[in-house]
């Protein structure tokens, strides 16, 4: 069974720094492109930061997290991170990872597999 499962949430405090980790079981994604996305209460899911490790590496940062968040993968587990600083209160939000084949995508339209999410709180 193909599994994505994102651990690493909780409470911080405006300006703190969060680390979430996408781990994947069941299947061998070194060749899948991974998104993060998040989404707040009352809001649609949006896209985060995405990238590939094969080929010609594409990384895809929304706007919102540019200059904060940073994707990055461990190549021998290929657990995928998103490291998260400065954080705002709009920030807060579920957080989910995901995995497609083939190029990255900033639409989760385009992503097969998902996991179950973890929560961001970021107070003021």
């Known amino acids: 069974q193909v599994q994505l499962v994102e651990s690493g949430g909780g409470l911080v405090q405006a300006g703190g720094s969060l680390r979430l980790s996408c781990a994947a079981s069941g299947r061998t994604f070194s060749n899948y492109a991974r998104g993060w996305f998040r989404q707040a209460p009352g809001k649609e899911r949006e896209f985060v930061a995405a990238?590939?490790?094969?080929?010609?590496?594409?990384?895809y940062y929304a706007d919102s997290g540019k200059g904060r968040f940073t994707i990055s993968r461990d190549n021998a587990t290929t657990t995928v991170y998103l490291r998260m600083n400065s954080l705002k209160p709009e920030d807060t939000a579920v957080y989910y990872c995901a995995a497609r084949s083939g190029r990255p995508s900033m639409f989760d339209t385009e992503y097969v597999f998902w996991g179950p999410g973890t929560q961001v709180t970021v107070s003021s």
């Open positions: 990238k590939n490790w094969d080929g010609s590496i594409i990384t």
